[in-house]
């Protein structure tokens, strides 16, 4: 007989999947992961081809398994990052399930109803660990644009040989610079639409900025204790990237080389593409979060007294002189939409969610008992939604959950 109840659900077999099934495996508290599609299907599929991470390979820390292939320093590129999570599935024999699509989750009287495309599952607990990126968002004016436009968002690009020539880029979070950069390099008329995102230094002062933020402690700061609160929830990544060994993205010194930057993108009128007059007032907010960040490692190499070498105050290399409102549409042919995504937890019957369909939860418990999130970005720290800081969320779910769990449902856990 097909077994139909588990003690545990995980929804969702990405890094947060995992690493709480690791830890759930060593209680040997039964469990399986239901996987829409494969291990590293985000990866693997919803990143273009030069992708890497931006934060160096040794904050990849999932539970047991921390990064061991050599280059601490470095950067893993996308099919390394696929490899790495087939990796750690396979050195636990996680009792995952892919291929497995959760289309509904309820609640029962005595527990939690999951349908699926394989059949129907109770259990006990649920973990809900399927990222904080569902639906692409792409601005309701996109469908002025002509059909001959090519649009599409950033999830969906792959590399520039794809694309035409000329190309408007709209947002310049992480991903959004990071593409535009790959655009750049490859020769393409690369139009940018800038918005609010801070930028980062990649290095300064002989580290590597995470080393600095890491010693400081940056990473362990909790979202109570974060000046911001929950708000910071919505800001946008710090853009810089890991390519090439990692370096800064300054969008001045893309526009010396010829992109050409704009401000907000604020509507289409005709032929006309409009653009808010921000386009300073945008890179001014960027330098000035980066000179924050390096004045806040200035003050913590100066209180402990350590020894690293001086590097000047950052001098922009360009200024907009003339700023442009305007763009004709005949300049372009494609358009990428770098804008974020929304939640989609429409599957998710259980009345966990506030009035934009966001999880209500504290470090992952939600007000339902034995229903939790995990893997979102900031569900505790900076790191909650990437490879630095999810084991940290993982286990103390895992101590919830074993908690509340009875000694006769401590078993060894087996996919059937």
């Known amino acids: 007989m097909k077994k139909s109840h588990y003690s545990v659900i995980i ?3 990405g890094q947060a999947g995992l690493a709480i099934s690791y830890l759930l495996k060593q209680e040997s508290i039964d469990h399986v992961i239901f996987e829409k599609n494969q291990i590293g299907h985000a990866w693997r ?3 273009w081809d030069s992708f890497c991470l931006v934060t160096p390979n040794w904050q990849c820390r999932l539970p047991g398994f921390p990064y061991a292939g050599g280059d601490d320093q470095g950067f893993m590129l996308k099919d390394e990052i696929v490899q790495y999570l087939e990796d750690y599935a396979a050195s636990f024999q996680a009792p995952i399930l892919e291929g497995v699509e959760v289309s509904k989750l309820s609640q029962r009287t005595d527990a939690f109803e999951v349908i699926t495309s394989q059949g129907i599952y109770t259990a006990d607990q649920v973990v809900v660990a399927t990222g904080g990126y569902h639906t692409p968002k792409i601005a309701a004016i996109a469908k002025k644009l002509p059909p001959h436009i090519v649009q599409l968002h950033s999830v969906d690009y792959k590399n520039p040989e794809t694309l035409p020539d000329r190309i408007l880029l709209v947002g310049t979070g992480q991903s959004g610079c990071q593409i535009a950069e790959d655009l750049h390099l490859a020769g393409k008329t690369v139009h940018l639409a800038t918005g609010s995102a801070p930028r980062s230094p990649r290095r300064y002062r002989g580290r590597d900025v995470v080393e600095w933020l890491e010693l400081m402690g940056h990473y ?5 204790e974060h000046p911001q609160k929950e708000m910071v929830r919505h800001k946008t990544n710090h ?3 890991g390519r090439d060994g990692g370096r800064e993205i300054d969008l001045r010194q893309f526009a010396l080389e010829g992109m050409h930057l704009y401000g907000r993108l604020k509507d289409i009128d005709g032929n006309q593409i409009l653009f808010a007059d921000n386009l300073k007032e ?3 907010q960027a330098d ?3 000179a924050r960040i390096k004045q806040s490692i200035d003050e913590y190499i100066a209180k402990n007294q350590l020894d690293a070498p001086i590097e000047a105050p950052y001098q922009p290399v360009w200024e907009p002189t003339s700023i442009p409102l305007t763009l004709n549409i005949d300049e372009i042919d494609a358009v990428i939409w770098s804008t974020g995504f929304n939640f989609n937890y429409a599957w998710v019957d259980v009345p966990v969610f506030n009035s934009m369909g966001e999880p209500l939860h504290n470090r992952g418990v939600t007000n339902v008992a034995g229903l939790y999130f995990l893997g979102l970005p900031w569900l505790y720290t900076w790191g909650s939604g990437r490879f ?4 940290r969320d993982a286990e103390y779910l895992a101590e919830k959950i074993r908690e509340t769990l009875p000694a006769n449902q401590i078993n060894p856990c087996t996919v059937a």
């Open 11 to 13: 929804v969702g077999g």
């Open 45 to 47: 599929n919803q990143r």
């Open 220 to 224: 362990d700061l909790p979202i109570d």
């Open 239 to 241: 853009y810089l990237t």
């Open 282 to 284: 945008n890179l001014d």
């Open 288 to 290: 000035a979060t980066a």
């Open 388 to 391: 630095s800081g999810v084991a």
